[in-house]
T-cell receptor, first 112, second 117 residues
Framework: GQNIDQPTEMTATEGAIVQINCTYQ??????LFWYQQHAGEAPTFLSY????GLEEKGRFSSFLSRSKGYSYLLLKELQMKDSASYLC?????????????FGQGTTLQVKP | GAVVSQHPSWVICKSGTSVKIECRSL??????MFWYRQFPKQSLMLMAT?????????EQGVEKDKFLINHASLTLSTLTVTSAHPEDSSFYIC?????????????FGEGSRLTVL
């Protein structure tokens, strides 16, 4: 089966760095997505990792280790607007058809 | 970038009525679109896959007669919640992939919040 685990809640201070972890179990791996979702809004794409390693995109970076079934999202120089839910997701099944399985999401609260 | 648009953003209806939600890909063609549902403080759950020119495929536990899906063109899919009940109140989100892009990125619409009284 497929399963995704992420912490439910995290709190961090403005200007700090926070790492949101995600572990997954899949029958076949076709990449891992990170999405940001503000309350009451649809998710917005942050990253898509297929290969091992760290990919940096501005203040946000995403890391993947396929052998460990592990990924993390790293947010630097936190801003108040980064308070949101962060969703880890993997394609369902043996190919990236567009059907995603989402984790429960990690609600990040950034405090002044 | 690619954009997926949903309409309406929110709707309130009486129990027993039907509600239609539209999902459009604005600058790309999508032979396949996906409908998700999200209850408060829960994650997104895939309901069905909308296929242009053919029947939708539904996930286990999703009633196809209650959630009617029509994918009439390469840029439009509609979800109709028939005979809505309060338990159908949820955030409905559609998504689509731009098959011309190799990133595998899935774009989401703005979501439609349905409240059934």
């Amino acid at each position: 089966g497929q399963n995704i685990d992420q912490p439910t809640e995290m709190t961090a201070t403005e200007g700090a760095i926070v790492q949101i972890n995600c572990t997954y179990q899949t029958s076949g791996f076709n990449g891992l997505f990170w999405y940001q979702q503000h309350a009451g809004e649809a998710p917005t794409f942050l990253s898509y990792n297929v290969l091992d390693g760290l990919e940096e995109k501005g203040r946000f970076s995403s890391f993947l280790s396929r052998s460990k079934g592990y990924s993390y999202l790293l947010l630097k120089e936190l801003q108040m607007k980064d308070s949101a839910s962060y969703l880890c997701a993997v394609p369902r099944g043996s190919s990236n058809t567009g059907k995603l399985i989402f984790g429960q999401g990690t609600t990040l609260q950034v405090k002044p | 970038g690619a954009v997926v648009s949903q309409h309406p953003s929110w709707v309130i209806c009486k129990s027993g009525t039907s509600v239609k939600i539209e999902c459009r890909s604005l600058d790309f063609q999508a032979t396949t679109m996906f409908w998700y549902r999200q209850f408060p403080k829960q994650s997104l759950m895939l309901m069905a896959t909308s296929n242009e020119g053919s029947k939708a495929t539904y996930e286990q536990g999703v009633e196809k007669d209650k959630f009617l899906i029509n994918h009439a063109s390469l840029t439009l899919s509609t979800l109709t919640v028939t005979s809505a009940h309060p338990e159908d109140s949820s955030f409905y989100i559609c998504s689509a992939r731009d098959s011309q892009r190799g990133t595998g990125e899935l774009f989401f619409g703005e979501g439609s919040r349905l409240t059934v009284l």
